[in-house]
């Protein structure tokens, strides 16, 4: 049976985001860490959606020109395909080009592709095309948020959806504004813009959401890019039209007794959840950033014999490279830096035989999951909206069964990590 759904997530951390919406429709689903062969998916018969978690926030657009196209063909049997970007929407013409993944899709699959980025699940809203992101309780137009106006490598100056877009890709961008949502004219309002290459919908609620959902259904739309309001859209236009039955999944994590928490996380919401971590006790090894950009092992080697004499003495142990914002010029080195961590998570998980690991931080995330020899994670249990925990499947005994929460910079609250020890 051919996929109800299928994405393609710009990073880890978003990926499992969807993973949740997916579980919490009664949707099973399953998410690859590379691009699938034929006998990779039929390891999950019972899977109704499929994604392949990538980095491509990190890339370049001659990356994503090389690359997206062979991940898009591979989920092509599926009803619609998404292109999954963070709810921020945080992307510039040389990295993580959302523009660009948008052109790849629109050739692949066809125009008019959908854009959905309101996801009021995760406290994002978008309004006569301008996104507006929740900082703790205060909601923020995007150009003025006090972490993504200032990331250190995608800093978003413009609220303007459309106009941000603009600056990364020449298609034509439609438009179907709140107001012909709200007083059930999103059909009309969007058939009216259909000729352009994509169509931006606003949202700020659920009723919102699935009113787009029965238009992506309706007007069989097989690609769309944006945030997990996508997913939640079209999961309440299945309930509505009874394709989706399926109870959601409940079910709570257990206590474990060792966790290690490893950031590369650059947030300020981040850089409290470590300096509450103390008190939780949790024992801190500071990362030298430098030697691990330069590949230093012995580095690399420091850092797991401190998180496993932490986890040997406390059983809590946490492995950091920065404790707030960086400067915005700081140099853009994720990449590099998320490989060296998961080296070391990987050795601390197979020395130690841990069940658990929190990463903190998308680049951090989607590169250094990357480094544990996962073929594919599934939905374990919920810990915190847009973070929840996830298995592992791999071939190797020591990974296999791991329990992973990936960890948006921007997640959880004070006391995030014990949260996550603790099963939620």
Not at 297 to 319: K, P
Request: net charge neutral.
């Amino acid at each position: 049976m051919s996929p109800l759904y299928a994405f393609i997530g710009d990073d880890f951390t978003g990926s499992t985001d969807v993973l949740e919406q997916l579980a919490e429709g009664g949707v099973p689903a399953v998410l690859f860490l590379r691009t699938p062969d034929a006998a990779l998916r039929a390891r999950f018969p019972d899977a109704r959606a499929i994604g392949i978690a990538s980095d491509a926030r990190s890339r370049s657009p001659e990356w994503m020109d090389a690359e997206l196209p062979a991940m898009f063909a591979a989920l092509g049997d599926a009803a619609l395909v998404h292109y999954k970007t963070c709810s921020t929407f945080d992307s510039a013409p040389q990295v993580g080009s959302i523009g660009r993944a948008l052109d790849i899709g629109v050739r692949t699959f066809g125009r008019p592709a959908a854009i959905v980025v309101a996801a009021p699940h995760l406290g994002r809203y978008v309004a006569f095309a301008n996104l507006f992101a929740a900082a703790g309780a205060q909601v923020h137009r995007i150009d003025r948020h006090p972490t993504m106006s200032r990331h250190p490598v995608t800093p978003m100056h413009e609220a303007d959806l459309i106009r941000h877009l603009a600056a990364q890709t020449d298609a034509t961008i439609g438009h179907v504004p709140l107001d012909r949502i709200q007083s059930g004219e999103a059909e009309a309002a969007f058939d009216a813009v259909r000729g352009n290459d994509a169509v931006l919908f606003d949202g700020t609620t659920f009723a919102d959401l699935a009113a787009t959902g029965a238009v992506l259904r309706s007007r069989c739309i097989r690609f769309a890019a944006g945030s997990s309001g996508v997913t939640r859209a079209l999961v309440l236009a299945w309930q509505a039209a009874g394709i989706v039955n399926g109870k959601p999944a409940v079910t709570r994590a257990a206590e474990v007794d060792r966790l290690l928490v490893v950031s590369g996380s650059c947030s300020p919401v981040t850089a409290r959840q470590i300096a509450r971590s103390a008190a939780d006790g949790f024992t801190a090894a500071r990362a030298d950033v430098p030697a691990l950009l330069e590949g230093s092992s012995a580095e690399e080697a420091r850092l797991a014999d401190a998180a496993l004499a932490a986890l040997a003495q406390g059983n809590r142990a946490l492995i950091a490279s920065a404790e707030g914002p960086l400067d915005s010029n700081a140099p853009a080195a994720g990449g590099k830096l998320g490989q060296a961590l998961g080296r070391v998570t990987r050795e601390v998980v197979r020395r130690a035989g841990l069940r658990r690991v929190l990463f903190a931080g998308g680049d951090t995330s989607s590169h250094g999951v990357a480094q544990l020899g996962i073929d594919a994670l599934t939905w374990a249990a919920p810990v915190e909206r847009g973070a929840p925990l996830v298995r592992a499947h791999s071939a190797d005994p020591a990974i296999d069964g791991l329990e992973l929460v990936l960890k948006g910079g921007q997640m959880g609250g004070e006391d995030f990590f014990e949260t996550v020890r603790k099963g939620g």
